[in-house]
């Protein structure tokens, strides 16, 4: 059971670059969450989808876009990458109604040259 | 919206000793307080919860208090091993569905020594 999946690990981009962070779950969950962590600020919510076809931003979504592709996929677009996008990404999700934890992937660090 | 203050941003105690981590929330509303533990290079793990209508819940030597008048949630480990060692999140939601965001803390790191 691979629970939520996000590609790519690392990732280095040039500024003005774009790029798509991919996530996946296999717990058909009904929400799922972008979050971005840097030292000192926590976990900031970027965009989440709290079902299929739905999506709304967070607390920091300029500079991002998302899709949800199906009820598994939640992607991350960065249209044109800033440095001040450098970050670790990660990608959680949840069943949204009685099961109230998150589960998170990995995380995809993110450095913007 | 909601704002959740953590303390403290970092936290050392020696092997065998007790360690408390105290959040507060800003909310009156919010009613599910989680706890994540995020090992190095890791995303976040659940590692227990409470709601609002419990004041305390343990899970071995892990245990969450909660006081709902004062808006503070404390997470309390005891007889601490080096494999506690970690960053310590506490977080706060209301509502489920479309209303059910996470608002996190900005972690305590936890350090055991031997």
């Known amino acids: 059971n691979a629970g939520v999946t996000q590609t790519p690990k690392f990732q280095v981009l040039k500024t003005g670059q774009s790029m798509t962070l991919q996530c996946a779950q296999d717990?058909?969950?009904?929400?799922m969450y972008w979050y971005r962590q840097d030292p000192g600020m926590g976990l900031r919510l970027i965009y989440y989808?709290?079902?299929?076809?739905?999506?709304d931003k967070g607390e920091v979504p300029n500079g991002y876009n998302v899709s949800r592709l199906n009820k598994r996929e939640f992607s991350l677009r960065l249209e044109s990458a800033a440095p001040s996008q450098t970050s670790v990404y990660f990608c959680?999700?949840?069943?949204?109604?009685?099961?109230?934890?998150?589960?998170f992937g990995s995380g995809t660090r993110l450095t913007v040259v | 919206g909601e704002n959740v203050e953590q303390h403290p941003s970092t936290l050392s105690v020696q092997e065998g000793d007790s360690a408390v981590i105290k959040c507060t929330y800003s909310d009156s509303a919010s009613n599910y307080f989680p706890w994540y533990k995020q090992e190095l290079g890791k995303g976040p793990q659940l590692i227990i919860d409470?709601?609002?209508?419990?004041g305390e819940k343990k899970d071995q030597r892990i245990a969450v208090t909660l006081n709902k008048t004062a808006k503070h949630f404390s997470l309390h480990i005891t007889e601490t091993q080096p494999e506690d060692s970690a960053v310590y999140f506490c977080a706060a939601s209301k509502g489920g569905g479309s209303n059910y965001k996470l608002t996190f803390g900005k972690g305590t790191l936890l350090t055991v020594n031997p």
């Open positions: 409470i709601r609002s209508n419990v």
């Open positions: 717990m058909n969950h009904n929400s």
């Open positions: 989808s709290a079902s299929e076809g739905t999506t």
């Open positions: 959680a999700s949840t069943q949204g109604t009685s099961n109230y934890g998150y589960t």
